[in-house]
C-alpha cells in the first residue's frame, strides 16, 4: 500500500512502533480509512458485529484444556459470518482437548475476530512467504516452456502440483473458463503469481516444520496457496481433513484424505465407504429417506439452501415444461447440465476435455449435430448468487463461450439461464438423458432410472450407476447416438440409490449446536446477512452437546475417510 504523502510525520512514526510491536493490521485500517471513508464503514460495521456475537456469546473467549492434539486452522477468512463459523468449529474441537493454531493468509480484520474468541497463536501465511523471498531456493520452470497447457497444470515443483493450483486461482479470478496462456489476461496475472510460487512453497514447509501439528483443517484444498499446504500436509502424513458445507443448512460434511485420495470430491464417498455402502442390503426404510430427502429440499427450496440455489422456481408439471421451454413431445431429451466453467475447474479427477469450458462446447456442438433429440443446456443456478457476490455485471461465461464457438444455436438445442423460474426438479419429469462432467445430477437422475453420461472422474465414477468413457472421442461418439441408449436397468437404479442414501442422508453432521440464521430479503431471496449462534452457556456446556461431540470425535479420534451419521431408527 503506497504512502499517503510525504509529510505524514505521524504515520511514519506509527509505523515504526507498529512494525517494532507487529501490530501493523491498525495501520492498514487507519490507512485505508483516510483514502476511502467507506473502510471506515466496514471497519465499525465489522467492530459492532464482534461486539454484537460477544454479547451472545460472553464465554467465547474462555479456553479448553488443550492437552491433546495440535490443529492447524488453515483459515482464509476475513468476512465475519465466516470467521464467526470457522471459530465455532474450532471451539468445539478446543472443548475435546484440541490445541488450535489458527493460519490466516494476511494480517487483516479477520484476525482481530481470532483474538476474540481466545486464539493465543495466530500465524500469517504472508509472513512465511516474506521470511522464505530471502533464501536460496530451488529454481521454478520458466511458463515459457509448458507447449500445452496439460504439462502446465500437471506441472510440480518440490513434489506439489503448484501448476494446477495456480491456474485455478487464475480461472477463479478472472471468471475465465478457457485458461490458455495465449490469453493476454491469463498470462499476466500468471506471470505475476508464478514467481511466488517458491516462496510460498518453502513458507509451507516452514509452517510445518514449526506447528508440528497432528492434523490439519480446511476449507480449501485446490487454490494456491491452499492446494501446497494440503498436499504438504498429505506429504508428511500429517491428517487432513476438510470440512464443506452440505445440501442442507446447519449440517456439515468432513473428509479425511490421503496420498491416494487427494483428487476425490469433498461431496462424495470414498471407495472404502462405497465398498461397505455397496454390500449393505436396501431397504424400503432407505428408499422413503432417500426420496423424502431428495424430493422434499427441491420442493421446498432448500436443496442446497444456504445459496437459495431454488428460491422462488416452481415444480411445473411436465406438459408446462414442454411448453415453455418448447421442445417437441415426440423426441426424447437431453439436458446439459453445465458447471461453472471457472469454479474448482482443476481440482478432481481426471477430465476427457481441457476444461469445464471445452466439454461444455464440445457437447454443445454435438447436441447441435444430433436433430433426433430435445437438447437442453441448463446453466448452473449457482452462477446468479456468485457472479452477484464478485460484483460481476455483463454475459455468464458460458454465453459468451457458447456464442463465441458456435454462433447461433439451432431451434432444437435450447438455453436455460440460471434466472429461470423452472425448479430443477421439475426437469427430471422430461431428461431422458443427463450429461454432466461430475455434477450433483449425476447422482440424482440415476436413483430414477435416468443415465448419466459423464466426462470426468473424482466424484462418483466407477461406481456402477453412470454411463463413462475412455476418451473424448467415445464420448461424442455416444452423443451422435445417445438416443439410443438404454435407462438404467434396476441393479444400476438400486446402486445409484445407496450411492445417493449414504451421501445425502447419512454424510452430513447435524449441527444443532451452531446454528446458522439466515436473513433474506422476502422478495428477491437474496442474502442479507448470516448470522452464527451457539447453544450454551459457557465451553464446556457447549462442548457437552451431542453434536459437538460426534463433530470432535470424529476429527480428532476417528480413522475413516467419510463422517457417516448412524442409520436413523
Same mark, same amino acid.
Given at each position: 500500500?503506497?504512502?499517503?504523502?510525504?509529510?505524514?510525520?505521524?504515520?511514519?512514526?506509527?509505523?515504526?512502533?507498529?512494525?517494532?510491536?507487529?501490530?501493523?493490521?491498525?495501520?492498514?485500517?487507519?490507512?485505508?480509512? !483516510?483514502?476511502?471513508?467507506? %473502510?471506515?464503514?466496514?471497519? $465499525? *460495521?465489522?467492530? #459492532?458485529? =464482534?461486539?454484537?456475537?460477544?454479547? +451472545? @456469546?460472553?464465554?467465547?473467549?474462555?479456553?479448553?484444556?488443550?492437552?491433546?492434539?495440535?490443529?492447524?486452522?488453515?483459515?482464509?477468512?476475513?468476512?465475519?459470518?465466516?470467521?464467526?463459523?470457522?471459530?465455532?468449529?474450532?471451539?468445539? !474441537?478446543?472443548?475435546?482437548? %484440541?490445541?488450535?493454531?489458527? $493460519? *490466516?493468509?494476511? #494480517?487483516? =480484520?479477520?484476525?482481530?475476530?481470532? +483474538? @476474540?474468541?481466545?486464539?493465543?497463536?495466530?500465524?500469517?501465511?504472508?509472513?512465511?512467504?516474506?521470511?522464505?523471498?530471502?533464501?536460496?531456493?530451488?529454481?521454478?520452470?520458466?511458463?515459457?516452456?509448458?507447449?500445452?497447457?496439460?504439462? !502446465?497444470?500437471?506441472?510440480?515443483?518440490?513434489?506439489?502440483?503448484?501448476?494446477?493450483?495456480?491456474?485455478?486461482?487464475?480461472?477463479?479470478?478472472?471468471?475465465?473458463?478457457?485458461?490458455?496462456?495465449?490469453?493476454?489476461?491469463?498470462?499476466?496475472?500468471?506471470?505475476?503469481?508464478?514467481?511466488?510460487?517458491?516462496?510460498?512453497?518453502?513458507?509451507?514447509?516452514?509452517?510445518?516444520?514449526?506447528?508440528?501439528?497432528?492434523?490439519?483443517?480446511?476449507?480449501?484444498?485446490?487454490?494456491?496457496?491452499?492446494?501446497?499446504?494440503?498436499?504438504?500436509?498429505?506429504?508428511?502424513?500429517?491428517?487432513?481433513?476438510?470440512?464443506?458445507?452440505?445440501?442442507?443448512?446447519?449440517?456439515?460434511?468432513?473428509?479425511?484424505?490421503?496420498?491416494?485420495?487427494?483428487?476425490?470430491?469433498?461431496?462424495?464417498?470414498?471407495?472404502?465407504?462405497?465398498?461397505?455402502?455397496?454390500?449393505?442390503?436396501?431397504?424400503?426404510?432407505?428408499?422413503?429417506?432417500?426420496?423424502?430427502?431428495?424430493?422434499?429440499?427441491?420442493?421446498?427450496?432448500?436443496?442446497?439452501?444456504?445459496?437459495?440455489?431454488?428460491?422462488?422456481?416452481?415444480?411445473?408439471?411436465?406438459?408446462?415444461?414442454?411448453?415453455?421451454?418448447?421442445?417437441?413431445?415426440?423426441?426424447?431429451?437431453?439436458?446439459?447440465?453445465?458447471?461453472?466453467?471457472?469454479?474448482?475447474?482443476?481440482?478432481?479427477?481426471?477430465?476427457?476435455?481441457?476444461?469445464?469450458?471445452?466439454?461444455?462446447?464440445?457437447?454443445?456442438?454435438?447436441?447441435?449435430?444430433?436433430?433426433?433429440?430435445?437438447?437442453?443446456?441448463?446453466?448452473?443456478?449457482?452462477?446468479?448468487?456468485?457472479?452477484?457476490?464478485?460484483?460481476?455485471?455483463?454475459?455468464?461465461?458460458?454465453?459468451?463461450?457458447?456464442?463465441?464457438?458456435?454462433?447461433?444455436?439451432?431451434?432444437?438445442?435450447?438455453?436455460?439461464?440460471?434466472?429461470?423460474?423452472?425448479?430443477?426438479?421439475?426437469?427430471?419429469?422430461?431428461?431422458?438423458?443427463?450429461?454432466?462432467?461430475?455434477?450433483?445430477?449425476?447422482?440424482?437422475?440415476?436413483?430414477?432410472?435416468?443415465?448419466?453420461?459423464?466426462?470426468?472422474?473424482?466424484?462418483?465414477?466407477?461406481?456402477?450407476?453412470?454411463?463413462?468413457?475412455?476418451?473424448?472421442?467415445?464420448?461424442?461418439?455416444?452423443?451422435?447416438?445417445?438416443?439410443?441408449?438404454?435407462?438404467?436397468?434396476?441393479?444400476?437404479?438400486?446402486?445409484?440409490?445407496?450411492?445417493?442414501?449414504?451421501?445425502?442422508?447419512?454424510?452430513?453432521?447435524?449441527?444443532?449446536?451452531?446454528?446458522?440464521?439466515?436473513?433474506?430479503?422476502?422478495?428477491?431471496?437474496?442474502?442479507?446477512?448470516?448470522?452464527?449462534?451457539?447453544?450454551?452457556?459457557?465451553?464446556?456446556?457447549?462442548?457437552?452437546?451431542?453434536?459437538?461431540?460426534?463433530?470432535?470425535?470424529?476429527?480428532?479420534?476417528?480413522?475413516?475417510?467419510?463422517?457417516?451419521?448412524?442409520?436413523?431408527?
Amino acid at each position: 500500500m503506497s504512502s499517503l504523502t510525504s509529510t505524514s510525520f505521524p504515520i511514519k512514526a506509527l509505523q515504526r512502533f507498529l512494525n517494532a510491536t507487529g501490530l501493523r493490521y491498525p495501520l492498514s485500517i487507519a490507512r485505508e480509512s !483516510l483514502r476511502n471513508s467507506s %473502510a471506515l464503514r466496514r471497519e $465499525l *460495521a465489522f467492530r #459492532r458485529r =464482534r461486539r454484537d456475537f460477544a454479547s +451472545r @456469546h460472553p464465554w467465547i473467549s474462555q479456553k479448553g484444556p488443550r492437552d491433546g492434539k495440535t490443529i492447524l486452522i488453515v483459515s482464509l477468512f476475513d468476512l465475519p459470518f465466516m470467521v464467526e463459523y470457522e471459530m465455532a468449529l474450532v471451539k468445539a !474441537l478446543e472443548a475435546h482437548g %484440541a490445541r488450535p493454531v489458527i $493460519l *490466516a493468509s494476511t #494480517r487483516d =480484520r479477520g484476525h482481530a475476530y481470532y +483474538r @476474540h474468541f481466545g486464539a493465543d497463536r495466530v500465524l500469517f501465511f504472508d509472513d512465511f512467504v516474506r521470511a522464505a523471498q530471502s533464501d536460496n531456493l530451488p529454481v521454478i520452470a520458466s511458463l515459457d516452456r509448458f507447449k500445452s497447457m496439460d504439462g !502446465l497444470r500437471e506441472y510440480a515443483y518440490e513434489g506439489l502440483r503448484v501448476g494446477r493450483h495456480a491456474l485455478s486461482l487464475v480461472s477463479r479470478i478472472l471468471r475465465q473458463g478457457r485458461v490458455t496462456l495465449s490469453n493476454v489476461k491469463i498470462r499476466r496475472e500468471m506471470d505475476r503469481l508464478w514467481p511466488q510460487l517458491p516462496a510460498a512453497v518453502k513458507a509451507t514447509n516452514d509452517v510445518f516444520d514449526l506447528v508440528k501439528p497432528d492434523t490439519a483443517f480446511f476449507l480449501e484444498i485446490g487454490y494456491y496457496p491452499y492446494g501446497e499446504l494440503f498436499e504438504t500436509a498429505l506429504q508428511r502424513g500429517v491428517d487432513a481433513v476438510e470440512w464443506s458445507g452440505s445440501h442442507r443448512l446447519n449440517c456439515l460434511n468432513l473428509k479425511r484424505y490421503t496420498k491416494d485420495t487427494m483428487g476425490i470430491h469433498p461431496q462424495s464417498l470414498s471407495p472404502s465407504t462405497w465398498e461397505r455402502i455397496k454390500a449393505e442390503p436396501w431397504t424400503p426404510k432407505k428408499e422413503k429417506e432417500l426420496f423424502t430427502e431428495l424430493e422434499g429440499h427441491y420442493e421446498s427450496g432448500g436443496f442446497t439452501n444456504e445459496e437459495r440455489l431454488q428460491f422462488g422456481k416452481k415444480i411445473k408439471t411436465r406438459e408446462e415444461v414442454i411448453a415453455q421451454l418448447g421442445l417437441d413431445p415426440a423426441k426424447k431429451t437431453a439436458v446439459i447440465f453445465s458447471h461453472i466453467l471457472w469454479d474448482a475447474t482443476f481440482f478432481y479427477g481426471r477430465d476427457l476435455f481441457e476444461n469445464y469450458a471445452e466439454w461444455l462446447v464440445e457437447t454443445v456442438r454435438a447436441a447441435a449435430a444430433n436433430t433426433n433429440l430435445n437438447w437442453v443446456v441448463k446453466m448452473h443456478p449457482a452462477n446468479a448468487w456468485k457472479l452477484k457476490q464478485d460484483g460481476h455485471v455483463g454475459e455468464m461465461n458460458e454465453i459468451e463461450i457458447l456464442e463465441q464457438s458456435l454462433g447461433k444455436l439451432p431451434p432444437h438445442v435450447k438455453i436455460v439461464d440460471p434466472y429461470t423460474d423452472v425448479n430443477t426438479f421439475a426437469l427430471f419429469s422430461v431428461t431422458d438423458f443427463c450429461l454432466t462432467v461430475r455434477g450433483t445430477i449425476g447422482i440424482e437422475m440415476p436413483c430414477y432410472g435416468i443415465p448419466a453420461i459423464v466426462a470426468g472422474t473424482g466424484r462418483y465414477a466407477g461406481y456402477g450407476f453412470t454411463n463413462e468413457f475412455e476418451t473424448a472421442q467415445d464420448y461424442l461418439d455416444t452423443l451422435a447416438h445417445l438416443q439410443t441408449v438404454s435407462r438404467l436397468d434396476p441393479a444400476r437404479i438400486e446402486l445409484a440409490k445407496k450411492h445417493a442414501h449414504a451421501l445425502f442422508v447419512r454424510r452430513p453432521l447435524d449441527l444443532t449446536s451452531i446454528e446458522i440464521v439466515m436473513h433474506t430479503d422476502e422478495q428477491s431471496g437474496g442474502l442479507t446477512e448470516r448470522d452464527t449462534v451457539l447453544k450454551g452457556a459457557s465451553l464446556e456446556e457447549f462442548g457437552a452437546q451431542p453434536d459437538i461431540r460426534a463433530l470432535a470425535d470424529w476429527v480428532l479420534d476417528s480413522r475413516e475417510p467419510d463422517y457417516l451419521a448412524p442409520e436413523r431408527p
